[in-house]
C-alpha cells in the first residue's frame, strides 16, 4: 500500500480488461488535487495499485463530496471513446439529493450556467466566459415534514428527488436545485446553513446528500448497453429510514447488460 492510498477496499461495481466502475464513497477524491494536502487518498492511486503498470484513465468527474458510480477507463483508446460519448450526451446519469423544501412533482431545469473559474488549475483561463446550457430533468420521489423549526417556519419540509442531468455542467446539480429554491442538503457553497445545521444535529448527516446512482453507455468495445447501479449505501440507509423514506431508491448494486439498440 502507497502513502497515496487509503486502508480500505476499492467497491467494484463493474470491472473488465477496458474499462472498470467503481463506487465512490463521499468525501474521498477522484485524483490529486491542490484542494488536498499531498499524498491525500484518492481513487486514481487505488486503481494504479490494483493495475500495476498500467495507466488509469479518468472519463468524466465527480466532486469529492458526492458518493456513487464513477467510470475509469484502462486503455487510452476507450476512455477518449468513453469521453466522446459524454461529449455527444450519449450516457445517462442519474442521481438522488435531499433538498430543502417540497419541490414539484417532476419538471426541467433549463438554466445556463457560467463556467466556474479556478485560478488556482488554469491561472489563464478567461474568468468571464458567458453562461453555457445546463439542462436537468427531476421528479420528486418522497417528502417529510420535520416538527422542527427553522428560522420563521415551525417545521422542516424536504424532498427526496432524482435527477438525470443531460449536460455534465461543473456543479450543474446543485447550482440547478439552488436556482430553483430547493438547495442540497448538506452543501457548503451553494447550499444552506441552517438547514445543513439541523441535519448535523438532529439526524448526525455531516455529507453533502447528492449520490450518483446509475449510469447507461455502450461499451466502447463490446458494443453491449451497459447500466450500472449503485446501492445509496448504508450511512444514506439509515438516514432514510429515520426520514420515513423506506423505498424509491437502490440499496445494492447490479450490472445489466443488452445489445445496443
Known sequence: MTEESPALPLNILYEDEHLVAVHKPAG???HPSWIAPARTPNLVAMLRERYPGEKVHT???LDRATSGVIL?????TVGQHLQQQFMDRKVKKTYLCVVRGWTDEADVIDYALKPIHDKREDPRANPDKDPQDAVSAYRRIATVSLP?????YPEARY??????????????IRRHMKHILHPIVG???????????LFRENLDSHRLLLMATEIEF??????????????????????????GWLEGYPVASRVDARPAE
Open 59 to 61: 472519463v468524466h468527474r
Open 187 to 197: 452543501d457548503t457553497k451553494h447550499g444552506e446553513g441552517r438547514h445543513n445545521r
Open 72 to 76: 475509469f477507463a484502462r486503455e487510452k
Open 159 to 172: 424532498s427526496l428527488v432524482e435527477v438525470k442531468p443531460t449536460t455534465g455542467r461543473k456543479h450543474q
Open 218 to 243: 455502450e461499451h466502447p468495445v463490446s458494443g453491449q448497453m451497459l447500466r450500472i447501479e449503485a446501492g445509496v449505501g448504508e450511512d444514506i440507509e439509515r438516514l432514510f429510514g429515520k426520514l
Open 148 to 152: 422542527i423549526p427553522v428560522g420563521r
Open 28 to 30: 474521498l477524491l477522484v
